[in-house]
Every structure is written in structure tokens, then in C-alpha cells.
DNA sequence: ATATTCTGTAACCATATGGTTACAGAAGCC
DNA sequence: GGCTTCTGTAACCATATGGTTACAGAATAT
């Protein structure tokens, strides 16, 4: 088995890391507020917290006895582009494929998404 | 530890299986030509395959003795709304503005014991 | 200077995960 | 029918993962 480099794929994966990334989307907080956000132990939020920062998804300043962490999205943007391959398969299904490629293709050089 | 529901956030996790996804853009394949593409055995492409077909990401299609899978990228709508969140931290900057409001909110000097 | 607070890490445990080899079952071919 | 082909599953193994408790260390408070 390859010990594969820590993905940001990886480390969503996990519901609790995801609920702390929600967390955060509301503002820094520090680790001892998050553990308190679910039902495990303060280590095991630890060390969720070490992927996700490992992950380059959380940054962290120091403030008194405390590490206040903050979100940093950028790297899920690796996830959003993976999906950008996907999601010209949404409108259609797999039979409808090639002619739903090749009709958006002739309409326009690429499908921006409207906000 | 508690079991969780299949997520299609776990099944994206591995490399394997997003490389099994991204071969079925092009079309659909049977199991045995999937194998073929990546340097593991058989078995071990046919459990990645339950995976995704348990995350509803594959259809499964019989013809003679194969069974050719195809891209059902549907459930994919579940990361794709849960990246919605976070689009907006990276369309504007305004994860930074909120630290700095927030830290201009928080001027407490102690931190009181129990909210 | 000492105690308290807040946090990360180490050591350990149980289960999940990804891999293998061996086998079974269904559908075409002779 | 009987062999061959293609595939999924079972049994098993090694490692990764997520959890715990115990401990260490830095910064604040007394």
C-alpha cells in the first residue's frame, strides 16, 4: 500500500472535519471552542485539526494560551476543478453524452456557470 | 466509532476510484477493462467499483458475460453544494474582512468560563 | 516563583481500508 | 453437455484511521 500525499480530497472526507470546516465558515475559533462543537475528545479534535492543516485548509494564529484557527478554502479549489469535468454530465445522462458534449461545444468555445 | 453511510465524499477520496471515474468519462468500460488501467488486481478494481456503485456514482449495465459500468455523476451535486459554501470565501476576500471585524468584536479581555 | 489555562503529542487500542489469493457463478463457445 | 471467459465474493493480511487517556510545554494569572 503507497502512502499517498495528504489530499485535500482526504481530508474532507471525514464528516468531522467537514462539521469544523463549517464551523469556521462563521469565524476563527480555537481549538478548545471546537472540541466543544462535538462528541469526542479534545486530542481527537487535535488531530483533525493536523490534516486539515496539513491539508493547507486552516490557518492558524496564536493569541495568549490559545491557536485561534481560521478557514483557508483555497486548496478545496482542487476539488471544484476536478468537478468542473463533471458537472457537463449533469444535464444529461450517459447515453445523451456525446451529443450533449458536441452540441454545447459547437454553441460555445466553454459553459460558464451563471451565478 | 460509529459506521457511516456510504458518502460519496469518501468514495471520491481515493485516488483509484476518482482514476476509475475519470476513465469513465470517455464512455462506459466493463470491469475487466478497468482492471487493466491500474496496477492492482482485479478484485481490488471490482471493490473500488462496489464502492462507487454503493455512492450511486456507477451504473452497471450486463451484456454477455460483462458487466460494463458507466458515469453516474449525479450524487457529485452533493459536493458541489457543499463547495457552494465556501465559493464565496474565495470569489471575494471576505474571510478576511470577517477576522478583522471579528477581532475587532472580541476586544474581551478574559474569556468567561461557560458561555 | 508558582499555579493555572490552553493546547499539541505520545502511546495505545479497535476498527476500517486497501490489497492479495482462492473460489464460485453466470453466460458464451465447442 | 462441458470447457472457457468474465466477473463478484470470501477469507485473509498489513496498514491507516479515528478514538481514548496520560503527559509535556508554552503563555497567562496570582
Known sequence: ?????????????????????DALRTGERSA????????????AVSKHV???RQAGL????????SRLYSLDPAPLRHIERWLEHYRVFWAA?????????????RKRPR?????
Do not use: Y
Open 1 to 21: 500500500m503507497v502512502t499517498e500525499a495528504p489530499s485535500v480530497f482526504a481530508a474532507v472526507a471525514d464528516p468531522t472535519r467537514r462539521a469544523i470546516l
Open 32 to 43: 478548545g471552542e471546537l472540541a466543544t462543537l462535538f462528541p469526542i475528545s479534545r486530542p
Open 50 to 52: 493536523r490534516v486539515l
Open 58 to 65: 486552516l490557518r492558524e494564529r496564536r493569541a495568549a494560551q
Open 93 to 105: 445522462r450517459l447515453h445523451d453524452l456525446k451529443r450533449h458534449v458536441e452540441a454545447a461545444e
Open 111 to 115: 459553459t460558464p456557470r451563471t451565478p
